[in-house]
Nanobody, 124 residues
């Protein structure tokens, strides 16, 4: 059974940092692309960042470029999202997800597996 488990969310002041983790289990993810999405109250789920597990290629939404960094630790089967210079508009539930590298990385409909999400709240 495939499982993606996020952790690391919390409450932080504007300008602060958080690191989210996504632990993957249940199958070999070495050929997958791992994505991060977020959903704020009353808004649609949106793409944040993605990383290819095999090549380490990354892609970011314009809204987080230069502030967020996605990385992976193969030995731990874990993907990270380092979030710096956080803003109140970054407040959302953050989800990790997995998809084939041949699908569109930014489209949530491409993703086959999802975690349960972790809340990030940025106060002003």
């Amino acid at each position: 059974q495939v499982q993606l488990v996020e952790s690391g969310g919390g409450l932080v002041q504007a300008g602060g940092s958080l690191r989210l983790s996504c632990a993957a289990s249940g199958r070999t993810f070495s050929t997958y692309v791992m994505g991060w999405f977020r959903q704020a109250p009353g808004k649609e789920r949106e793409f944040v960042a993605a990383i290819s597990w095999s090549t380490s290629s990354t892609y970011y939404a314009d809204s987080v470029k230069g502030r967020f960094t996605v990385s992976r630790a193969n030995a731990k089967n874990t993907v990270y999202l380092q979030m710096n210079s956080l803003k109140p508009e970054d407040t959302a539930v953050y989800y990790c997800a997995a998809t084939s590298p041949y699908k569109m990385w930014t489209d949530l409909r491409s993703y086959d597996y999802w975690g349960q999400g972790t809340q990030v709240t940025v106060s002003s």
